[in-house]
Each structure stands twice: as C-alpha cells, then as structure tokens.
C-alpha cells in the first residue's frame, strides 16, 4: 500500500499563491510517477500537472505558465507552486502517485481562491 498525506491548501485572494505538498510513504520502490488533480465542484476530476521520475512534466493548458511541479526524491515528495491563482483554480486537490503496482490517491487539500 501507499499513503499519501498532502498539506498546503487553503483560502487565497486572486492573484496570490499557494504551494501544495504532498508524502509518499509504504510501497512506493516501483512509483514512476506523481500528479496533482482537481476536482471543482460539480466537475470531474481532472490531471493538473505530473512529473516523471525522470523530471519529465506536464500540464494542464489552463495552468501553464502559472503552476510549477517539482518533486524532491530524497524525501518522496511532490509539490506544486500554485502562482497568480484565479477564482476558477478552486478546487479539491488530489495527489496521486503510479506505480507497477497501480494507482494511489490522497484525501486532498481544498483551494479556494476568492475574487
């Protein structure tokens, strides 16, 4: 199993940032990738951004420009630097890690970004 704690969420004027974090933890030898999801109310969730263990990244068109991933191996961690936040990034945040093993969800960290 793999648990995933994610910390960072909170309530932000637009215009402002966040930085999301999120520890993997158990079986995590054979994770090959991490990824942030949002699911806004009413919505489906959807990929936000994700790194490969290689440093590979991509994004979702609607953050580009304004959200960073990153990981820090050595601490089996993802972040995400969430920078000029609009109203419409509101949303539960979800870290999800792959592994050969399949796929591992948080509990997420709710963004709100008031107008």
């Known amino acids: 199993q793999v648990q995933l704690v994610e910390s960072g969420g909170g309530l932000v004027q637009a215009g402002g940032s966040l930085r999301l974090s999120c520890v993997a933890s158990?079986?995590?030898?054979?994770?090959?990738?991490m990824r942030w999801y949002g699911q806004a109310p009413g919505k489906q969730r959807e990929l936000v951004a994700g790194?490969?263990?290689?440093?590979?990244?991509n994004y979702a068109d609607s953050v580009k420009g304004r959200f960073t991933i990153s990981r820090d191996n050595a601490k089996n961690t993802v972040y995400l630097q969430m920078n000029s936040l609009k109203p419409e990034d509101t949303a539960v945040y979800y870290c999800?890690?792959?592994?050969?093993?399949?796929?591992?969800w948080g509990r997420g960290t709710q963004v709100t970004v008031s107008s």
């Open positions: 158990g079986s995590i030898a054979s994770m090959y990738a």
């Open positions: 999800n890690v792959a592994t050969l093993r399949g796929n591992f």
């Open positions: 790194i490969l263990n290689g440093g590979a990244t």
